[in-house]
Every structure is written in structure tokens, then in C-alpha cells.
């Protein structure tokens, strides 16, 4: 297990977590390189579908990070965010995925620092949960013969 290196999807709204992001490598703030960036132009525009499709294509965690409340520049988007992560972590325990997989934090452009701590937490998060190794787990389930 101390080879495991996760596999993280991070959704970032482009007003503010991308751009934190970005102020995160040009500052040469330090983190784990384990995370594939998706930019959205708004946290409410990650459908639960595309959480539960990264899970799919073998993530092993994924993240939304969106503009603090009050900030969000589509006004009620990163509401919609919050509203539904209660939701989707429900339906994720449902399927049998830790929630602990799946999380939410609000990051602003100025907060480059903050981006990397949310990161590099996440991964250890994810880290000390194993692989998910979903799509093994859903072939194994496609070819299971009904009784
Ligand atoms: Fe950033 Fe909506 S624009 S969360």
C-alpha cells in the first residue's frame, strides 16, 4: 500500500479555484502532482454525473473547488454545489464508495496556498482509503450471473 499514488479529479470553477490553482505553481507552492484539474466555468456546473463518471474511469477521489459563498460570479451556483454534496455523497455511500472520496472546499484566486493544503489533504485522505479500483468492482458486478 505505501506505493499507492492516488488518483484525484479536482473540478475547478474558472473565476476562482483555477485561477488559485494557477497562483499555486506560479508561486511554486508545493503539491502532490497526483491530481487531474478539470476547469468548469462554475462549481454548479459539475453535474453528479461527472463525479460518479470519474469515479468510473478510475479515480480514486475527486474534488470540487469553487468560489466562496457570496463570490460565486454565476451568483447561486456554488449554492446549487453546496446543496447537492450532501446529495451525492449519500449516493456514493450507496454504491459503496467511502465519502471521505468526494470533497468540497471553496478556493479563491488569491488563495494559491490554500489550493495546495486542500490538495495535498485530499490525496492523504484518499491515500490512507486504498485503491477504489471501480471499474474492476462494476466489471466484477457486470459478470456476476444473477441466481
Ligand atoms: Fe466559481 Fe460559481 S463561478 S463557483
Not at 488518483?7 to 475547478?12: K, S
Not at 484539474?37 to 462554475?42: D, H
Not at 465519502?99 to 494559491?112: H, I, M, T, Y
Request: aromatic share 10%; charged share 25%.
Amino acid at each position: 500500500m505505501a506505493s499507492f499514488e492516488p488518483r484525484i479529479v479536482a473540478f475547478l470553477c474558472n473565476w476562482c479555484s483555477y485561477t488559485g490553482a494557477d497562483l499555486a505553481g506560479t508561486s511554486r507552492k508545493k503539491y502532490n502532482a497526483n491530481v487531474v484539474a478539470i476547469r468548469v466555468m462554475c462549481s454548479g456546473r459539475v453535474d453528479p454525473e461527472f463525479v460518479f463518471r470519474a469515479f468510473e474511469k478510475g479515480a480514486d477521489g475527486v474534488l470540487i473547488c469553487g468560489c466562496h459563498p457570496g463570490d460565486c460570479h454565476y451568483i447561486d451556483g456554488n449554492h446549487k454545489t453546496a446543496g447537492r454534496y450532501p446529495m451525492v455523497r449519500n449516493m456514493l455511500e450507496q454504491f459503496g464508495i467511502d465519502p471521505k472520496r468526494f470533497r468540497l472546499e471553496w478556493v479563491s484566486a488569491s488563495e494559491g496556498d490554500r489550493y495546495a493544503q486542500v490538495v495535498n489533504e485530499t490525496i492523504e485522505t484518499v491515500r490512507a482509503l486504498g485503491p477504489l479500483e471501480w471499474p474492476k468492482r462494476l466489471n466484477e458486478s457486470d459478470t456476476a450471473s444473477p441466481a
